[in-house]
């Protein structure tokens, strides 16, 4: 069964950092391109970041662009979403997902994990 | 980027109906286009992708159509456990972009 499951959401000051972590388990991880997803209260969904299989070529969208990084483990079965100078507007739930063999969606999803930037 | 606009955003039916959602693109996508259903509480769960291929367990009361611009999810003789969130996501260009949702309610 395929799992993935994140951790180290939580409150952080505007400007500050944050690193997500998501554990993946019950497929061969590193055969798979991974993302984050993420959706803010009361709002709908929003691609982040993916990174392909091997780590080798990584995407953002363009408000995340030069302030967060998606990297990998696979050695760890772990994916990472390194969060700096953060905003408001990244308040969200982040999602840790795996990417479809046939394209850029996405066919497993982990619970989610909620950061929040507050002062 | 491509704009997806879903309607309706509400949507109220009774189990056993049939209900439809229907998904346009800003611009062509070929057939790739998938379907999400999110409920409180459980991981969002794939249905469809590239228009019309269900994705694995997804009960064959559900089937995607369209191509281009045009897409439609219907649900068949609705069970209690499709209630809920409805997102429909292009997946033919970067950046994936997703429809506003729909929320289908018991009636």
């Known amino acids: 069964e395929v799992q993935l499951v994140e951790s180290g959401g939580g409150l952080v000051q505007p400007g500050r950092s944050m690193k997500l972590s998501c554990a993946a388990s019950g497929f061969t991880f590193s055969n798979y391109g991974m993302a984050w997803v993420r959706q803010a209260p009361t709002k709908g969904l929003e691609w982040v970041a993916t990174?392909?299989?091997?780590?080798?070529?990584?995407y953002y969208r363009d408000s995340v662009k030069g302030r967060f990084t998606i990297s990998r483990d696979n050695a760890k079965s772990t994916l990472y979403l390194q969060m700096n100078s953060l905003r408001s507007e990244d308040t969200a739930t982040y999602y840790c997902t795996r990417a479809g063999d046939y394209g850029f969606y996405f066919d497993y999803w982990g619970q989610g994990v909620m950061v929040t930037v507050s002062s | 980027d491509v704009q997806m606009t879903q309607s309706p955003s509400n949507l109220a039916a009774s189990p056993g109906e049939s209900v439809s959602i229907d998904c346009k693109a800003s611009k062509t996508i070929s057939k790739y286009l998938a379907w999400y259903q999110q409920k409180p509480g459980k991981a969002n769960k794939l249905l469809i992708y590239?228009?019309?291929t269900l994705q694995s367990g997804t009960p064959s009361r559900f089937s995607g159509s369209g191509s281009g611009t045009d897409f439609t999810l219907t649900i068949r003789n609705l069970e209690p456990e499709d209630f809920g969130l409805y997102y429909c996501?292009?997946?033919?260009?970067?950046?994936?972009?997703f429809g506003a949702g729909t929320k289908l309610e018991l009636k």
């Open positions: 996501q292009q997946h033919n260009e970067y950046p994936p972009t």
């Open positions: 990174i392909s299989y091997d780590g080798s070529s990584t």
């Open positions: 590239s228009g019309s």
